[in-house]
């Protein structure tokens, strides 16, 4: 919280006795609040007086070491809340909202669960794998699309975004980067390429030459190569993240009705329609499908590598 210099109402969730207990505590008059629960992956801070919505993955790793990757569970927490605030949002007829998607983890993303995918592909269990595959696919499209309530999503990158990490982050209307931050689709490594988006978010920013490049070629790029591309909107020295952040607000608050009608422009012209990333990802999972043991390895081996980073037994 300390990037954060406004005052805020805590709500904390904890088990006492076998059952649920609030705490609130109120530092201001007039404040966002951070919600947390048992178990949630999320930590989110909302600032309905200024219309700002900020969404944390990998709250729970500060708990209990974890692979900051997309979880089952970070990906029903984040396409949950995404409901319950589009709706909110559209509801009260915000004009220009900003949702803001950052991670607690010194990493952003680290993408897809890799462990899954091979338990699932070893398993044929074709039917749980397309599942997974378009709940992402519906949480990456939100944010494309602003929630259905014409909000300007962000993406706070302050660590290293691989794979579907990297598509989250492609997937919001802007990107601001800290310096040396690594970002990338490295699913060429095991014989696959990115379902979730990106192919499809990068053709709006680049070529579509250059985003096949990317996509088959796996190369990790620093934020500076992928602001000399286009792919990143921002960068900024290391820790002034959240300045920018609040920067890219303030000049949005100058030209608010500007902004919401750049957002409807946006929606009209350049919108990713749901079913072309749901097609999409359907030949993603029958290309993961038929993966042999070699590409599986591969696959085992990463997961290892980020459970040893992570803290984890990697067994």
């Known amino acids: 919280?300390?990037?954060?210099?406004?005052?805020?109402?805590?709500?904390?969730?904890?088990?006492?006795?076998?059952?649920?207990?609030?705490?609130?505590?109120?530092?201001?008059?007039?404040?966002?609040?951070?919600?947390?629960?048992?178990?949630?992956?999320?930590?989110?801070?909302?600032?309905?007086?200024?219309?700002?919505?900020?969404?944390?993955?990998?709250?729970?790793?500060?708990?209990?070491?974890?692979?900051?990757?997309?979880?089952?569970?970070?990906?029903?927490?984040?396409?949950?809340?995404?409901?319950?605030?589009?709706?909110?949002?559209?509801?009260?007829?915000?004009?220009?909202?900003?949702?803001?998607?950052?991670?607690?983890?010194?990493?952003?993303?680290?993408?897809?669960?890799?462990?899954?995918?091979?338990?699932?592909?070893?398993?044929?269990?074709?039917?749980?794998?397309?599942?997974?595959?378009?709940?992402?696919?519906?949480?990456?499209?939100?944010?494309?699309?602003?929630?259905?309530?014409?909000a300007h999503s962000i993406a706070l990158v302050q660590g290293n975004a691989l794979g579907g990490g990297f598509e989250a982050a492609l997937s919001c209307h802007t990107i601001i980067a800290e310096e040396g931050v690594m970002m990338g689709l490295p699913e060429v490594l095991f014989d696959l390429f990115p379902g979730m988006g990106a192919y499809s978010f990068m053709c709006q920013r680049i070529s579509a030459q250059l985003a096949q490049k990317i996509m088959l070629e796996g190369t990790l790029y620093s934020a500076e190569q992928l602001l000399a591309m286009g792919l990143v909107d921002r960068v900024v020295p290391r820790g002034q993240g959240v300045a920018a952040v609040e920067q890219v607000i303030r000049e949005s608050k100058r030209t608010p009705h500007a902004w919401a009608a750049m957002q409807q422009v946006r929606e009209l012209t350049t919108a990713v329609p749901l079913e072309e990333m749901m097609r999409i990802t359907e030949i993603w999972v029958d290309t993961a499908m038929q993966l042999g043991e070699k590409s599986l390895r591969t696959m085992d081996r990463l997961v290892r590598a980020q459970s040893r980073r992570s803290g984890l037994d990697a067994g």
């Open 1 to 150: 919280m300390s990037a954060h210099a406004h005052a805020f109402t805590l709500i904390s969730v904890r088990k006492a006795a076998g059952r649920t207990v609030s705490r609130r505590t109120t530092m201001s008059a007039v404040q966002p609040f951070t919600r947390t629960s048992i178990g949630s992956t999320l930590r989110i801070i909302e600032e309905p007086q200024r219309d700002v919505y900020w969404i944390h993955m990998h709250a729970d790793l500060a708990l209990a070491p974890g692979r900051a990757c997309f979880s089952t569970r970070l990906v029903e927490d984040i396409t949950g809340y995404q409901a319950n605030l589009g709706q909110r949002l559209h509801s009260a007829g915000v004009l220009a909202p900003h949702v803001v998607l950052a991670s607690d983890s010194d990493v952003f993303n680290l993408g897809g669960d890799l462990s899954l995918f091979c338990q699932l592909i070893r398993e044929g269990d074709r039917a749980r794998l397309l599942d997974y595959a378009q709940r992402c696919v519906r949480g990456v499209h939100a944010f494309h699309v602003g929630l259905g309530a014409r």
